[in-house]
């Protein structure tokens, strides 16, 4: 069976055609993933990074980042990454995602959801 995302995924700069997505689990920025064309060794590989910060994820899951060849892999290991830190965490599994309001550009800047 095919791998299917579990998560909200947002292009982070909307109409500018860019390679760019940044994961939500409600108002939770989970990741981002990104092709990259500048890592000489990694150039056109997908990086991904973990996110969830806060005091709700004061333990913090190594390695948070990394390449992979295809965009649904790199979102595929944001989600992995992310159910590990709940898991780590002690917190319940999730309910279905909200609606995405707006994204921001590189910088993690989450915002809230609207139900």
Known sequence: MAWQKKYRWAQ?????GLEDWIGYDGDICIGRIMRDKTTHSKKNHFMWSGGAGGPTFNNRLLPHQG????????????????DKMRERNGLPERKKTRRLVRAAGTDWICVKAKV
């Open 12 to 16: 982070t700069w909307p109409g500018e």
């Open 67 to 82: 390449w992979e060849p295809e965009h649904w892999q790199a979102a595929k290991a944001v989600e992995d990454w992310y």
